[in-house]
């Protein structure tokens, strides 16, 4: 059973600092990883993915994969109340069609 | 750019009753096309997938069904709903892009269903 896993929260961060998401993943032969912000009673929306080791940056977001200890994390810079969400961690498997397996997710609570 | 619809927004059914939820996407062709279920508090249950016009493959034994009608249309169905059905239903579809290809997958609105 491939799995992904996260730790559900909450996280409390204030607002202004760097909010940190981790995710583990069972699968060693997973490719790429994505993380997806999902609001209250809203679909999940993609945020960004990686595939190589390292770091990826987009704006505020840094991605981190460390294929080796697989372990896939998210960092939030100067987090905003706006931020407030729940962060889902996905891991694809590829096969006839990609098979992406969620985490069931990280709440995250930026308080003023 | 790319679209992807779901209908309704909302739904309460009965316990035995059918259901058809409905997704179309916009904006491309032959895409591949996902129905996940969120359980409240829960993550993402994968329960259908298709790469093409008839083409279904499921992923968890249960009283759904799928169906794939035209190039963007994916339908759920269920000739007699559980209680247990309750839940968030996704519809997504799925890029491929860059190099080396990455395979994205962008959800649809997503449909509340409540068996009662």
């Known amino acids: 059973q491939k799995e992904v896993e996260q730790n559900s929260g909450p996280l409390s961060v204030p607002e202004g600092a760097i909010a940190s998401l981790n995710c583990t993943y069972s699968d060693r032969g997973s490719q790429s990883f994505f993380w997806y912000r999902q609001y209250s009673g809203k679909s999940p929306e993609l945020i960004m993915f990686i595939y190589s080791n390292g770091d990826k940056e987009d704006g505020r977001f840094t991605a981190q994969l460390n294929k080796a200890s697989q372990y896939v994390s998210l960092l939030i810079r100067d987090s905003q109340p706006s931020d407030s969400a729940t962060y889902l961690c996905?891991?694809?498997?590829?096969?006839?069609?990609?098979?992406?397996?969620f985490g069931s997710g990280t709440r995250l609570s930026i308080r003023p | 750019s790319q679209t992807i619809h779901q209908w309704p927004a909302t739904l309460v059914q009965p316990v035995g009753s059918p259901l058809s939820l409905e997704c179309t996407v916009e904006?491309?062709?032959?895409?591949?096309l996902y129905w996940y279920r969120q359980a409240a508090g829960r993550g993402l249950q994968l329960l259908f997938y298709?790469?093409?016009?008839?083409?279904i493959s499921s992923e968890v034994p249960q009283n759904l069904s799928a169906s794939r009608p035209q190039d963007r249309q994916f339908i759920l169905s269920s000739k007699k709903l559980l209680l247990s059905d309750s839940g968030f239903y996704l519809c997504a579809w799925e890029r491929l892009q860059g190099i080396p290809a990455v395979y994205e997958q962008y959800f649809g609105p997503g449909t509340r269903l409540t068996v009662t």
């Open positions: 904006g491309t062709s032959n895409p591949n």
């Open positions: 298709s790469v093409g016009i008839g083409q």
């Open positions: 996905a891991v694809n498997e590829y096969s006839s069609a990609s098979k992406i397996i």
